[in-house]
Structure formats: structure tokens, C-alpha cells
């Protein structure tokens, strides 16, 4: 019971400081440039109603293409925090970040440029919603790390 009980103490102690816990932030921006933003603006570009430089899709292939973004971003998050490249945090920020991007995006489709404002409130309350899905997200990806099995009888 002992050994247990030092254990957590332990690990309380280490994981005690909230910076510790957290990626820096200059390492979180450029990780979540890379992730999220450049792949949203190439989409952009060269799909949307609003620029389309490349070809119009259509309706149900951007729409595909958007959520083959934020399902490809997400995972590549994921496997970025289990190679420790980034902390638990960064799913957060980078399923927010995508998944508000992508709803920008899709309204082009049914909303035009002139109705930006409407656009960018349905974008807004959108993050708020996957802000909390990314926080539940990352929980569980730091609650799966954790284990308990890693606690010693």
C-alpha cells in the first residue's frame, strides 16, 4: 500500500505545475499552423464558392473534403501526442481551430460573401461547441496515457 501511495505522491508532484502539463506556445502555434491552417487554406483555395481557383466540386464532395480534413488533422494529432511531440492540450486547440475553419468553409455553400457576418456567427458558435468536444477529446487521450494499470499494486 505504501509503494502505492508514493507513487501518487509522486506523480501529483511532478504533474502539479500546469506548465508542465501544457505544450509551449510557440511550439503549439507552429504545430497548429501545420496542422490545421495551411491544410484549411490549401482546401480554400482551391475548392470553395467563395475563390474556387482550381474547380468547383460541388456540394457533397467539399463537404467530404472538409471532414476528411478535420477527421486527417485530428488523427495526425493524436499520433503526434503518443510520439510526444506535443502535449494532450494541443487536441483542443487543433480539433477547435479545424473544426471552426471547416464550418467557415461550409457555410460558403449555403450563405454568400455578402453574408460574412451571418458566417462568422455560425463559425463562433461552432468553436465554442468543439472547444468543449476537443477538451472531453483530450481527457480522454491524457486518461488513456494514464492508465491505471501503470499504478503499482
Request: charged share 15%; hydrophobic share 50%; proline share 2%.
Amino acid at each position: 500500500m505504501k509503494n502505492k501511495e508514493e507513487y501518487l505522491k509522486n506523480y501529483i508532484e511532478e504533474n502539479d505545475d500546469f506548465n508542465k502539463q501544457r505544450t509551449p506556445f510557440w511550439k503549439s502555434i507552429i504545430f497548429l499552423f501545420l496542422e490545421a491552417i495551411l491544410p484549411f487554406v490549401a482546401l480554400y483555395i482551391t475548392t470553395s464558392n467563395d475563390i474556387a481557383l482550381i474547380k468547383n466540386y460541388g456540394v457533397g464532395a467539399s463537404i467530404g473534403f472538409a471532414f476528411l480534413l478535420i477527421f486527417l488533422t485530428t488523427a495526425l494529432t493524436i499520433l503526434f501526442v503518443f510520439f510526444n511531440f506535443h502535449k494532450e492540450d494541443q487536441i483542443t486547440y487543433v480539433f477547435a481551430t479545424i473544426c471552426t475553419l471547416v464550418l467557415f468553409y461550409t457555410t460558403s455553400f449555403w450563405l454568400s460573401l455578402d453574408q460574412l457576418i451571418y458566417r462568422a456567427l455560425i463559425s463562433i458558435l461552432g468553436l465554442i461547441i468543439t472547444a468543449l468536444i476537443g477538451s472531453i477529446l483530450s481527457n480522454l487521450i491524457r486518461n488513456f496515457r494514464l492508465k491505471k494499470s501503470d499504478i503499482p499494486n
